[in-house]
């Protein structure tokens, strides 16, 4: 399943796949000099990157 970029304008806990309503677990992906979280769905594993990023350390 490929990982979807999505753009978060209010909220975002409803998977826009399988339209799971509870909420995602958390991933982070090394990226360059630092980590990416990725949203995955508990229910389908769809994966989320939403822009969120953190440096090493």
């Known amino acids: ?21 509870r909420g995602f677990h958390v991933s982070f992906v090394k990226e360059g000099g630092g980590f990416q979280a ?3 769905c ?3 594993g769809q994966r989320f990157r939403v822009g969120w990023a953190t440096p090493l350390g």
Do not use: A, H, Q, R
């Open 38 to 40: 990725v949203l995955i």
């Open 42 to 44: 508990p229910e389908c």
């Open 1 to 21: 399943m490929e990982t979807i970029n999505k753009k978060i304008d209010e909220e975002f806990s409803v998977c826009d796949t399988c339209g799971y309503d």
